[in-house]
C-alpha cells in the first residue's frame, strides 16, 4: 500500500489556545501524563499538584508554589495564562514590573517532575527579588488506597471526619523532612511505607526555610534570569539523589526530551507496526478544519490515559480520568465508550482487559483498579451492554473469531456473551422492562433516574441483537432466532416509557409510577440503537425535544433545564449546567442516524471550539452557565460542587460519529472491510489512510 501523502499531526495540532484565570474562578487547570502518572498546575504561575504515580502519590499536596517579594502568585488575585501541549504546559504572569513565565513538563520514563521558571525585569532600572517557592510532601506507596476518588497520601486529610468511622493510619501523620546538605535538596519520606519525593532547583538556594527554598537575585533593565524546579518520586531516596544530579547538569534537557519523546507518540498513533501500541489509528486527510480538530482531540483525550507502570497488576492500560480523581481506576462503561478506538489503537491491550473482568463479577462493581488489581466500585447496571460492546469491537476489527472460544474463567468467551446478554431476563419486572437498580447504579447525580430506565432498555435491544448477528455468522440459527425474537419483544415495553408529545421519556419505579425525566441518556440510546423501529414523527419529536431543551451553541446538557429534578445537583456531568462528553458524541452519531445531518453541520463548529482547552474534560459547561474560553464550552472544575476532572476517555464516541457515520466503515463478521460515506456536507474530498480490518489495512477516499 502507498504511504499517504497527509502528514503526521505535529504537537501544535493539539495545543490549547491561551486560557485565563485567578484563583476561585471555574476553571479546571491542565494537566500532563508521561504514562507512569500524571499531575495538574495548582492555582499559581508555577505550582502543581495532584502528582501521582500509581502505586505512587502526593495527593492533593501542591509542590513548588511561587512568592516574590511577599506576593504568592496563589494568593494574589492576578490573573495567569495558561496554555497546555501534550508535552508541556506553559504559564505566565505580571508581577509588578517583572513578568514570570514557567514551562512545566514531566520526566520521560521517570517519576519526575521539572519546572522552568523564567523572570524577566521590565523596569528600566535594578530590581531586588526575593524568591521563594514552596516544596511539599505527603508522598507515600500504597497498594489499596486508590478506592476512592480521592489519591492517597500521608498527612492529615480534610475529608476525615469523625462521622466518617475511624481516620485511616496514614492521616494522622506526616512525612518526614530532611536537607541534603550536600545538593541542597529537601527529601520528604513516608512513615508508613516506602517512598520518598526529591526537591530541588538548578541553583543553590540562599537558604532553606522549613518547606521553602529562598533565592535572592537582583536583575537589571531588561534582564532576564532562568531558575528550575526538580520533583523526583520513588521508593529509594539514593536513586532519588543520582537523579537529581544527573538533571542538574542540565536541566534544559527534561524539556526537549518531552518534546522528542511525545513526538513520537504521536507518530506511534498513526504508524502501523509501531513499537508503543499493538495497533494504530487511521489516518484523517480533510481540508475541513473543524472536522480536523475534533478527531485529533479526541484521539489525545483517549491516549493521555494510557498508564504503563512497571508495578501495574495488570500492565499497560487505559485509565478513565485525571489527574485528580480515580487515577488508577479503569471503569467498563468508559471503556466501552472508545471501544471501537482501543480495538483499533491497543487490541492486544483491550483483549487482556476484557479477559481480566471477565473473570470478575461485573455485577458487583464498576471496574478495576490497575495497582492493587482488584475491583472498585458498586455495579453499574450498564455493564452488561458496555462489556458485549467492548467484545464485539475487538472482534469486528481484528477478526479474531477464535478468541470466541478461548476458556476464560470456567467459560468460554462467547458463553459469556451469551450470559450476559440474557442477564436482563433476572432482572425484569412484572412490567415488562429489566429494573437496572437505583441512582447509584446509574447516572448518580440525577435523583429520579432509576429502576426501568429506556437508555439501557434499548441498549438490551441492541446487544441482543449484536449477539444474533454473531450467532448468525457461526450457524446457530435456532439461537440466532430466539435473540432476536426477545429484542423485539422487548421494543414495545420500551415505547411504554415515552412521553407523547414530549421527545423524551419516564422512568418507570418498583410501584407502576412513571416519572418524566427530561435526559439526554434516554435520547441519545434511543435513537442510536432502536432508531429503526421507532415512527419517524416520534423521532421528530425526541429531535426538536434535544434542539430545544438540550443542545446548546458549543455543548449540550446532559438534563433539560425544564425537569423536575435540576435541584439535584450541580454536578455537570449529568445535570443541566453541562454535560459528560461521552452523550455529546452519541448525540452526534443519533444524529447522523436519524438523517439530521443539518443539525450537526450546524453544530459542528460549536464542538471544535470545545476542543481548544486540551483533551475533553469529564464534563463541560453550557454557556448559560459559564463564560465560554474561546467560543467554546469551558471545562469544569474539580473543585464542589462540580466534582469533574479535567481528562476523560469517554469520548471515543467523536472517533466512531467520523469514522463510522461519516466515512460509513464496516467491519464485518467476516470478508473486506466496507465504507459508504456521507461526507457531502463536511469534506467530499475527505480520505482516511490505513484503516485496520481483519489483519489488513484499507484506504478510504473519492473515488478517481
Known amino acids: 500500500m502507498a504511504k499517504p501523502k497527509v502528514r503526521i499531526p505535529k504537537l501544535r495540532d493539539f495545543q490549547s489556545v491561551e486560557m485565563v484565570a485567578v484563583t476561585g474562578d471555574k476553571f479546571n487547570h491542565p494537566g500532563l501524563t508521561n504514562f507512569l502518572g500524571s499531575l495538574q498546575c495548582a492555582s499559581c504561575v508555577m505550582g502543581i499538584q495532584h502528582l501521582t504515580f500509581p502505586p505512587f502519590s502526593q495527593g492533593d499536596i501542591e509542590l513548588g508554589m511561587l512568592t516574590i517579594n511577599d506576593v504568592c502568585i496563589m494568593t494574589s488575585g492576578l490573573p495567569v495564562t495558561y496554555r497546555w501541549r501534550p508535552d508541556r504546559i506553559d504559564r505566565t504572569v505580571r508581577v ?101 519525593s526529591l526537591q530541588g532547583m538548578s541553583v543553590i538556594p540562599d537558604s532553606i ?33 543520582d537523579q537529581f544530579e544527573s538533571w542538574q547538569a542540565d536541566p534544559s534537557l527534561s524539556i526537549a526530551a518531552s518534546r522528542k519523546d511525545w513526538e513520537k ?82 487490541p492486544e491491550v483491550l483483549r487482556t482487559t476484557i479477559e481480566l473482568w471477565l473473570t470478575r463479577d461485573i ?79 446509574l447516572l448518580e447525580a440525577v435523583g429520579a433516574y432509576t429502576h426501568e430506565v429506556a437508555s439501557l432498555s434499548a441498549a438490551t435491544v441492541w446487544q441482543l441483537r449484536e449477539v444474533a448477528d454473531l450467532l448468525e455468522y457461526r450457524g446457530e440459527l435456532s439461537e440466532t432466532s430466539r435473540y432476536r425474537t426477545m429484542a423485539a419483544d422487548l421494543v414495545p415495553e420500551i415505547q411504554k416509557l415515552y412521553i407523547q408529545g414530549g421527545g423524551y421519556w419516564a422512568c418507570r419505579q418498583p410501584d407502576g409510577e412513571l416519572v418524566p425525566v427530561r435526559h439526554a441518556w434516554d435520547f441519545v440510546h434511543t435513537l442510536n440503537f432502536i432508531h429503526d423501529d421507532l415512527p419517524g414523527n416520534q423521532k421528530e419529536e425526541m429531535i426538536q425535544f434535544f434542539e430545544q431543551e438540550l443542545m446548546s451553541p458549543s455543548w449540550m446538557s446532559a438534563l433539560s433545564p425544564l425537569d423536575e429534578d435540576v435541584g439535584f445537583s450541580r454536578r455537570l456531568d449529568h445535570e443541566w449546567n453541562g454535560s459528560w462528553p461521552g452523550w ?101 474530498e475527505a480520505s482516511l489512510f490505513n484503516v485496520p480490518h481483519h489483519g489488513d489495512l484499507y484506504d478510504i477516499h473519492p473515488k478517481p
Open 265 to 346: 507518540e504521536i507518530e506511534a498513533v498513526f504508524t502501523p507496526g509501531n513499537d508503543r501500541y499493538s495497533g494504530h489509528l487511521p489516518l484523517l486527510d480533510t481540508s475541513n478544519k473543524n472536522l480536523r480538530r475534533l478527531y485529533l482531540n479526541t484521539i489525545i483525550s483517549v491516549i493521555y490515559l494510557k498508564r504503563d507502570h512497571p508495578l501495574s497488576a495488570y500492565g499497560k492500560t487505559y485509565a478513565t480520568i485525571m489527574p485528580r480523581y480515580w487515577v488508577a481506576s479503569c471503569f467498563i462503561n468508559d471503556w466501552s465508550m472508545s471501544a471501537y478506538l482501543l480495538a483499533m489503537l491497543d
Open 363 to 441: 455485577y458487583s462493581h464498576f471496574g478495576t483498579d490497575y495497582v492493587s488489581g482488584t475491583n472498585s466500585g458498586n455495579w453499574y447496571s450498564c455493564n452488561d451492554y458496555a462489556m458485549i460492546r467492548l467484545i464485539s469491537a475487538y472482534v469486528r476489527v481484528t477478526g479474531d473469531q477464535a478468541w470466541l472460544d478461548t476458556q476464560v474463567g470456567s467459560r468460554s468467551v462467547l458463553q459469556h456473551v451469551r450470559t450476559m446478554a440474557e442477564h436482563h431476563v433476572e432482572l425484569t419486572t412484572e412490567h415488562g422492562l429489566p429494573d437496572f437498580g437505583d441512582r447509584n447504579s
Open 96 to 196: 509588578g514590573d517583572i513578568d514570570v513565565s514557567t514551562t512545566t513538563v514531566m520526566g520521560v520514563g521517570s517519576q519526575t517532575a521539572t519546572i522552568r521558571l523564567k523572570l524577566a525585569n521590565r523596569r528600566k532600572k535594578r530590581q531586588h527579588l526575593e524568591i521563594r517557592v514552596r516544596t511539599g510532601g505527603g508522598v507515600i506507596q500504597s497498594r489499596d488506597g486508590w478506592k476512592t476518588p480521592y489519591s492517597p497520601k500521608e498527612g492529615p486529610a480534610i475529608s476525615v471526619t469523625p462521622w466518617e468511622g475511624a481516620p485511616p493510619p496514614e492521616s494522622l501523620v506526616t512525612n518526614t523532612r530532611h536537607v541534603n546538605e550536600t545538593q541542597k535538596t529537601l527529601v520528604y519520606g513516608s512513615r508508613t511505607s516506602d517512598a520518598y
Open 584 to 684: 455529546v458524541a452519541l448525540a452526534t452519531s443519533a444524529l447522523m442516524k436519524n438523517d439530521r445531518i443539518d443539525l450537526l453541520v450546524r453544530w459542528l463548529p460549536g464542538l471544535t471550539r470545545s476542543t481548544k482547552q486540551g483533551p475533553f474534560a469529564q464534563a463541560q459547561f453550557i454557556e448559560k452557565y459559564a463564560d465560554p474560553i474561546a467560543g467554546g464550552a469551558r471545562k469544569g472544575p474539580t473543585e464542589w460542587p462540580y466534582i469533574n476532572d479535567w481528562a476523560a476517555m469517554c469520548v471515543g464516541g467523536f472517533f466512531e460519529t467520523i469514522v463510522y457515520e461519516m466515512f460509513g466503515v464496516e467491519h464485518p463478521w467476516s470478508g473486506d472491510l466496507m465504507a459508504y460515506p456521507h461526507l457531502r456536507h463536511f469534506d467530499q
Open 209 to 241: 526555610d522549613r518547606s521553602w527554598f529562598d533565592h535572592a537575585l537582583d536583575l537589571g533593565p531588561k534582564e532576564e534570569a532562568t531558575l528550575y524546579y526538580f520533583v523526583a518520586v520513588g521508593s529509594d531516596p539514593v536513586v532519588l539523589e
